[in-house]
């Protein structure tokens, strides 16, 4: 019997349509992709059957925490996030802000400190910044910063659409404080931000 | 410094076949490259934009309202849900001192408060649901009736502060 020969094949593959699918998704991924913004705040939103979908520009965002707070954030959409600080050093003379502060209030998630500590929060440091504990703006009655911030806000840019970011655990008074600051403001419309939860109704069809 | 060698020698005139250099590229690191580049793209992306719920409040009126305005809903059509704290919610319909159908205590499922919507919805021409949280009531419970709302299709509903007298009467159930 004469020994079979196994031919000895290169382990060497043709790495051409590999690289070629590599570089298909990565075009993919570059061109679909939204950078995630430097978000501190922790929100586990409630769910709703509603599926209108969240557009990218022209956000006011309103969230509140579990604990109650509130922060305000506002796309930078045309500069409006600039307009907004120059407005507010414009309405209190005593705050006057640097370049680099500006530069800071720009980059910057959501901002949920009382008006005239906000200087010291935008001089620190971004790693501070990260790690630094927000108050929360205050929204009672008698010192109701929020309306300022969503008057400013929406002077800065008038298309802007308000959303609520609530956590599904806040006490709803802090969200009817909320609420009737919006009204206060003339802003009787605005977008509750939930999760998709599945229709009923539709489940039924299937 | 081999290959310019091998050149001159061509030059001299030995049509000497020259050297074929394989085209081929060994193309494994630039695969590592790119995927390594995917899965950062990948991790960085947010993918799924957040759904919202659209609410419209009525316009805040300006100065005192009167006192029959404020009482324009019929009492008939008035169904009432009340918003407590851990999860309990209460409804009635009429008004809180001559309820139609008394306070009940009923839950967020879908045996619960979303069957009584539909029926009550199907038998009352043009209801009015009037939506009260207290204050003990959370964001997650507002939203969750704000959605049964939706999903049983009630176009008339409002967002109201709770009367003193309905605290009372679900205080003790």
Known sequence: MPKVKVPRKSTLIDMTAMCDVAFLLLTFFMLTTQFKTDESIIVDTPSSISEIKLPETDILNITINKEGKVFFSLDNKNFSRERLLQRISEKYPELQFTAEEEKAFVLTGSVGVPINQLKGYLDLEDEERKMYSQPGIPVDSTNNELGIWIMQGRLSNPNVRITVNADQFCNWPVVKQVINTLQDKNVNKFNLITDLEADPNKLKGI | ?173
Do not use: C, H
């Open chain 2, 1 to 173: 410094m081999a290959e310019l060698e091998q050149k001159q020698v061509g030059k001299k005139g030995k049509k000497k076949g020259r050297k074929k250099m394989s085209t081929r590229i060994d193309l494994t690191p630039m695969v590592d490259l790119g995927f390594l580049l995917v899965t950062f793209f990948m991790l960085t992306t947010t993918f799924s934009k957040p759904q919202t719920m659209e609410i419209n409040m009525p316009v805040k009126p300006k100065g005192e309202v009167k006192e029959e305005e404020q009482n324009a809903l019929k009492a008939s059509k008035a169904f009432n849900i009340l918003i407590g704290g851990d999860n309990k919610v209460f409804w009635y319909r009429g008004l809180p001192n001559e309820p139609i159908e008394p306070v009940t205590a009923t839950n967020y499922t879908a045996d619960g408060l979303r069957k009584i919507l539909l029926e009550r919805n199907a038998s009352i021409p043009e209801m009015v649901v009037l939506i009260k949280p207290t204050n003990d009531a959370n964001y997650k419970n507002v939203v969750d009736v704000l959605d049964e709302m939706n999903i049983s299709n009630i176009k008339r509903y409002a967002l109201v502060d709770i009367l003193p007298q309905e605290i009372d009467l679900i205080k003790n159930l």
